[in-house]
């Protein structure tokens, strides 16, 4: 069996499936390959079919600041990670409109996914396509053990509106426009999202290897619903106190 098959193989064992809709955390390294990023997206891209949608985050939080505040979907290169910068540049792709927490997306339905971010004056608010995945039965993909990078987390965290946020106007010029943005800012608080896999099991969370990776499958309408229960119980259920660290 060739790489390209085994990659191949390894996401349908994981659950990924033709017409899928799947938003990508990733690490290049922890796969363990010599192949390309083009060769890995298109195993990606293979495993939703043709009427699936793939997408990526594109986010930009480093390279975009109040210091530098100046966005644009064209040109802005994401700042975290190998696959996302080359799938920005890919024919085909969308991008969403917000200056740090845009996503890529292409297929199916990459417009109905990305248009609508810049209705929101948050990074993942209800019209970012982190927050839509639920609407459309979509998944989340992460490869290596990087459930801690689950921005979708994020979003759940405006919805219960978590008591250590902090609401920071900002303003920042994008696509040539000037427009105040709302960040959130957790305040003396780390984000530990790599528990939501204490609250979700299968058929909700499946594990299993993509190349030398080990991979997750999250199912977004389990964990919104898991995750706005949990953190009624606990507001405090997917953060840690570093407040004694800064």
């Known amino acids: 069996m060739s790489e390209m098959e085994l990659f191949r193989a390894q996401l349908a064992d994981l659950g990924v499936q033709n017409g899928d809709v799947v938003l990508v955390h990733s690490s290049m390294k922890a796969l363990g390959t010599r192949r390309t990023p083009e060769e890995v997206i298109a195993d990606l891209q293979a ?20 210091e530098q505040p100046v966005f644009s ?7 975290i990670g190998l696959l996302p910068r080359v799938f920005m540049r890919l024919p085909g792709v969308m991008r ?16 109905e996914l990305t248009s609508l971010h810049e209705k929101d004056d948050t990074a993942v608010g209800p019209h970012s396509p982190f927050m ?8 989340l993909l992460f490869l290596g053990d990087v459930l801690d990078a689950c921005t979708f987390m994020h979003g759940v965290e405006d919805i219960v509106r978590a008591p250590y946020l902090r609401d920071v106007p900002e303003r920042y010029v994008v696509n ?14 780390g984000s530990e999202f790599g528990r939501i896999a204490d609250i979700l099991s299968e058929p909700d969370l499946r594990k299993g290897k993509v190349g030398a990776a080990n991979a997750y499958l999250v199912d977004t309408r389990a964990l919104l619903a898991a995750a706005i229960s949990r953190m009624r119980e606990d507001p405090y259920a997917f953060v840690t106190d570093i407040s004694r660290w800064l």
């Not at 495993?47 to 109040?66: H, I, K, Q, R």
């Not at 000037?178 to 960040?183: L, S």
């Open 176 to 189: 040539g426009k000037e427009r105040i943005y709302c960040r959130r800012d957790n305040y003396g608080w």
């Open 132 to 139: 839509l995945l639920p609407l459309y039965a979509g998944k």
């Open 96 to 111: 969403s409109e917000n200056p740090t927490h845009s996503v890529c997306a292409r297929g199916r339905l990459a417009r």
């Open 47 to 66: 495993a939703v079919g043709e009427e699936g949608t793939l997408l990526f985050p594109a986010l930009t939080y480093d390279n975009v600041t109040a």
């Open 73 to 79: 979907s064209e040109e802005t290169e994401p700042c």
